[in-house]
């Protein structure tokens, strides 16, 4: 169930390469494999603690209904 009416849209900016294995797990579950693919995502709090997980690799905007 989705928090609220919020969607983040995840960016990723820089490389997976060099991150440790649980890091380039994350982005694949995010749906992100290319830098500068972005992708849409409910704000829950499973997709807030993968966002942070990856904070260094993505940029985040938040999106209202």
Not at 14 to 32: E, M
Not at 44 to 60: A, E, F, K, W
């Amino acid at each position: 169930m989705p928090t609220s009416d919020i969607t983040l849209v995840v960016t990723q900016v820089r490389s997976s390469i060099g991150c440790k294995a649980n890091q380039r797990a994350t982005l694949k579950s995010l749906g992100l494999r290319k830098i500068r693919q972005t992708v849409e995502r409910e704000d829950t709090p499973q997709i807030r603690g993968m966002i942070h997980t990856v904070r260094h690799l993505v940029t985040v905007e938040e999106v209202g209904s």
